[in-house]
């Protein structure tokens, strides 16, 4: 099965987030937990209603046009099963989404303008499930990535179902069935703190049920799928966003509590100190409409080397002092200085 994307399109770049966290500064990277990039080609195990599936994707270039090349590597591999599964990789890679609207707001402002240089075709990659990327936010939350990392991985190895090819092991996410019938203490053995422990069990039970429709948010206006999130126990407005950024496709979430997030706009934006939660909405305002991409563009940062990002805070900072830009929030906290100035009406 062959697949053209919407141009500009750029499979490396879509990738690096969806392969693992950035280096540490010890430089040993993290061991893949569900996403597998194999002989050239990225690997993963999906359920589509029946028996897994392991299906692989990798890069053509047919007229200097980049295409993905989708294949089922095991598992069933009728006529419906590759429907769905080319479905679910035209939504993982947003192959029809059209970016330019997004390049375009980006030029009016002096980091996002080089982000799009550096990262230019990177797609925001979309989770499978939605249910898999809720509670892997709520295992996220408020630890280190190595934590995070260390947990998800005990849970998907104990709780998930996995395939075998050419004598690799590929993982799945676990299934609400299977946590559903978890017990708090024995997700505490995985070092699941007590309260997630009970969050995902719960949300676990109410995805088996049906009372809890997960994947039905993706038919839903963002605002009421936000409301929805916000609504389950454990989750607070970083995990909704982050939700509706990484499953639902939402091109307009801001996790403005992110850390991560915060860090990226006081280094490359020339503030003093990490700006609040209040002070990233107000920077993003300029964002509108296309805030998941600028925070995933500002996010993908974090996996370049720090002679890079050196160099272009000091490209920015020189093209704001040529500028002259000076401004302030209204609450006297420096503001975001690498945004161009908007037209006078």
Known sequence: ?????????????????????????????????????????????????????????????????????LRILAGPANE???????????????TALDLKPFYTLAKQDLVLRRLVAR??????????????????AILEQQVNLRFAHQVKKALIETYGRHMEFEGRRYNAFPEPAALAIAAPRELRRL??????????????????????????????????AHAKLMEQKGVGPWTAQYVGLRALGHPDCLPAADVGLQKACRDFYGLRKQPSTAQVERLARRWAGWRSYATFYLWLTYWEDAAWKQRLIEEVN??????????????GVDSPLGLAPQAST
Do not use: N
């Not at 990659?125 to 939605?130: F, G, K, L």
């Not at 020189?318 to 609450?331: M, N, Y």
């Open 1 to 69: 099965m062959l697949l053209k994307p919407q141009e500009p399109f750029s499979f490396a770049h879509t990738l690096r987030f969806t392969l693992g966290p950035p280096a540490p500064p010890s430089g040993q990277p993290f061991a893949p937990l569900l996403d597998y990039f194999e002989e050239r080609e990225y690997r993963r195990v999906t359920d589509v209603g029946g028996p897994l599936v392991l299906y692989g994707v990798r890069e053509e270039l047919r007229e200097s046009r980049p295409m993905l090349r």
């Open 80 to 94: 419906e099963t590759q429907r769905a599964v080319r479905a679910q990789v035209e939504s993982q890679f947003s």
């Open 119 to 136: 990262f230019c075709g990177m797609r925001i990659p979309q989770a499978p499930t939605v249910f898999g990327t809720l509670i892997s």
């Open 191 to 224: 070092q699941v703190s007590g309260p997630k422990a009970r969050y995902i069990i719960g949300i676990s039970r109410d995805t088996l049920d049906g009372t809890l429709d997960l994947e039905g948010l993706r038919a839903v206006e963002p605002r009421a």
């Open 318 to 331: 020189a093209e704001r002092r040529g500028s002259g830009r000076s401004r302030k929030f209204p609450d």
